[in-house]
């Protein structure tokens, strides 16, 4: 299983961002992205499963929206309207049901949103 990230960078606030993370080595369940800022725990940040359900943390509804192509198995986070306290390393995280869930995860891309 390998899952890799791409996008991320540096951007204003009030700007947008795109992240997109590449998933090959099975089907994935759920998939979706976790950030961790510093001297912060990792948080979810939104999460779409396989049949296009989606999640979101309350702090990103209305700002972010992510999605899916299961064909391709990828999966895609716009961020509009960035906020410094969007800061963080941003983390592709899938994951597979087979009697129970394994959890995989990305190396993580930075995303940081200037005042």
């Known amino acids: 299983v390998r899952l890799v990230e791409s996008g991320g960078g540096l951007v204003q606030a009030g700007g947008s961002l795109s992240l997109s993370c590449v998933a090959s080595g099975s089907a994935f369940n759920i998939i979706g992205w976790y950030r961790q800022a510093p001297g912060k725990q990792r948080e979810l940040v939104a999460t779409i499963t396989i049949g296009g359900i989606t999640n979101y943390a309350d702090s990103v509804k209305g700002r972010f929206t992510i999605s899916r192509d299961n064909a391709k198995n990828t999966v895609s986070l716009q961020m509009n309207s960035l906020l410094p306290e969007d800061t963080a390393v941003y983390y592709c995280?899938?994951?597979?049901?087979?009697?129970?869930?394994?959890?995989?995860w990305g190396q993580g891309t930075q995303v940081t949103v200037s005042s």
């Open positions: 995280n899938a994951r597979v049901y087979s009697r129970r869930w394994s959890d995989y």
